[in-house]
């Protein structure tokens, strides 16, 4: 999931200050087009600044992606267009481990969708180590539950 081809194309001409106009496409994996335009310093190498871009997109398509999936309100609703299986495991590690008390309220639900497995996989924990946070995400997401339907009561 990443970029699948880049071009770039040089133009007009060369600005006073020896500067060249750059016009980038980089074509995703599902055929999204992106482009970029910008004036390359004198002397730059086209080919780099194309590649280096291209995988500055591509961490930015699966960064947002994963950002996305993690507001949502379930793993039911993830998309998985930019992103794998596996770095979503680990955004949501790392989203729940960095987490303010509330916010880790909501990222336990998707914790509680988890099999202990899955917990053991994603937190690289023993069983029993597993089995607490299992239990601790399912009693966090009951009260984040609770507490979201007792909003205006």
Do not use: C
């Not at 992106?34 to 730059?44: C, M, Q, T």
């Not at 987490?99 to 994603?122: D, H, P, S, W």
Request: net charge negative.
């Amino acid at each position: 999931m990443s970029i699948a081809s880049s071009s770039y194309t040089l133009d007009g001409h060369d600005q006073k200050d020896g500067r060249k106009y750059v016009r980038e496409s980089h074509t995703d994996h599902l055929g999204v087009v992106y482009a970029r335009e910008y004036l390359a310093p004198v002397g730059a190498d086209y080919s780099t600044l194309l590649a280096d871009y291209a995988a500055a997109l591509a961490a930015a398509l699966r960064d947002g992606q994963a950002r996305d999936n993690l507001s949502k309100d379930s793993m039911t609703e993830w998309i998985f267009e930019h992103v794998t299986v596996g770095q979503m495991r680990t955004a949501l590690r790392l989203a729940y481990r960095d987490a303010t008390k509330f916010e880790a309220a909501r990222l336990a639900r998707f914790v509680n969708e988890l099999t202990i497995g899955q917990i053991e996989t994603v937190f690289n924990v023993n069983t029993a180590t597993a089995t607490a946070i299992k239990n601790k995400a399912s009693d966090l997401a009951s009260r984040y539950d609770a507490l979201l339907v007792a909003v205006g009561d």
